[in-house]
């Protein structure tokens, strides 16, 4: 069964510095990749997603993320944090083969704070 | 487009009392899905919907039951509410094909006391 980790549940940073959030997934296939952002008491928006083809992956808000399939990882970066990126922050795969419900599994978010 | 949106926003129900969660989204989704969001465990399926008329069991299914009886409608009830309940409830749709993203509703806050 396909599972995702984010390591680190919380993640301080200070305003300017670079963010790093880290996610790995286990499957057999490499899945279909996303990493979404919740703002307090906000639904789920994507940031973005890797499919197929270059495996740096640009985002909305500076963020971009890397697949690397020899370390079945998708790590989240953002060169200089900004006040307003403090959020809830999930990685979700799907299979390529699941076409027939889209299920997402999601990590257990990463919840970062920027400090002025 | 309003999108996925939720209703209610916020709910307080005693043990033992029902409701039901309306989800309708205005983008012509197949596919459907509910979900509940507790702290330190992420999202989790509840259950979900690939077309007007059928559902499916997600990850934590007990105690809920869903219908989809309109393609932009999907309905998520609690017959029995208990406090292991009391969580925050999103709603998703999205096309048929798992490169695309699934788009969120707003969210319900539930209280179970």
């Known amino acids: 069964a396909q599972s995702v980790t984010q390591l680190g549940s919380h993640v301080s940073v200070s305003e300017g510095a670079l963010v790093l959030l880290r996610c790995n997934y286990s499957?057999?296939?490499?899945?279909?990749l996303f990493w979404y952002v919740q703002y307090p008491n906000q639904g789920l928006q994507l940031l973005l997603k890797?499919?197929?083809?270059?495996?740096l992956v640009k985002g909305i808000n500076g963020f971009e993320a890397e697949f690397k399939k020899s370390e079945t990882s998708f790590h989240l970066t953002k060169p200089s944090a900004h006040m307003s990126d403090a959020a809830e922050y999930f990685c979700?795969?799907?299979?390529?083969?699941?076409?027939?419900?889209?299920?997402?599994?999601f990590g257990t978010g990463t919840l970062l704070a920027v400090q002025p | 487009n309003a999108g996925v949106t939720q209703t209610p926003k916020f709910r307080v129900l005693k043990t033992g009392q029902s409701m039901t969660l309306l989800c309708a989204q205005d983008?012509?989704?197949?596919?459907m899905y509910w979900y509940r969001q507790d702290p330190g465990m992420g999202l989790r399926l509840i259950h979900y919907?690939?077309?007007?008329?059928?559902?499916a069991k997600g990850e934590v299914p007990d105690g809920y039951n869903v219908s989809r009886l309109k393609k932009q409608n999907f309905l998520l009830g609690l017959e029995s509410a208990a406090p292991s309940q009391t969580s925050v409830y999103f709603c998703?749709?999205?096309?048929?094909?798992?490169?695309?993203?699934?788009?969120f509703g707003p969210g319900t806050r539930l209280t179970v006391t």
């Open positions: 998703a749709s999205s096309t048929p094909s798992g490169r695309y993203e699934q788009y």
């Open positions: 499957s057999s296939v490499p899945p279909y």
């Open positions: 890797y499919t197929t083809g270059a495996t």
């Open positions: 979700a795969v799907s299979p390529p083969s699941g076409g027939a419900t889209n299920k997402l599994i």
């Open positions: 983008m012509n989704h197949e596919y």
């Open positions: 919907s690939v077309g007007e008329g059928t559902t």
